[in-house]
């Protein structure tokens, strides 16, 4: 059985900072890219907004709301990605989830999983 767990959320004043996690646990044989995502107040669970990805080859790409102020990584030998988040601005207060492609078994295509979230609140 395959877990991503994520942690790192928290509450935070606006221009504060934040460093989530996520694990990846089970049986892994190769994990491809991996995702955060994050799902706004009000919003369906079909309106999660990409926010940052990175690649098995530590290619970035990030939405443009958070260019400059989110970056995200990869520890492949502790199957983690992080993300870290500076200058948080109250638009930032949502449920943050991570999303990843992975390979349980060699030769076997690549399955799509998501963690549990994370809540981030930015307010002063």
């Known amino acids: 059985q395959v877990q991503l767990v994520e942690s790192g959320g928290g509450s935070v004043p606006p221009g504060g900072s934040l460093r989530l996690s996520c694990a990846a646990s089970g049986y892994i044989f190769s994990i491809n890219r991996m995702r955060w995502y994050r799902q706004s107040p009000g919003k369906e669970r079909e309106e999660r907004e990409l926010?940052?990805?990175?690649?098995?080859?530590?290619?970035?790409n990030y939405a443009d709301s958070v260019k400059g102020r989110f970056t995200i990584s990869r520890d492949n030998a502790k199957n983690t990605v992080y993300l870290q988040m500076n200058s948080l601005k109250p638009e930032d207060t949502a449920v943050y989830y991570c999303n990843a492609d992975l390979v349980k078994y060699k030769g076997n295509r690549a399955g799509n999983y998501w963690g549990q979230g994370t809540q981030v609140t930015v307010s002063s």
């Open positions: 926010v940052a990805l990175i690649t098995s080859g530590d290619s970035t």
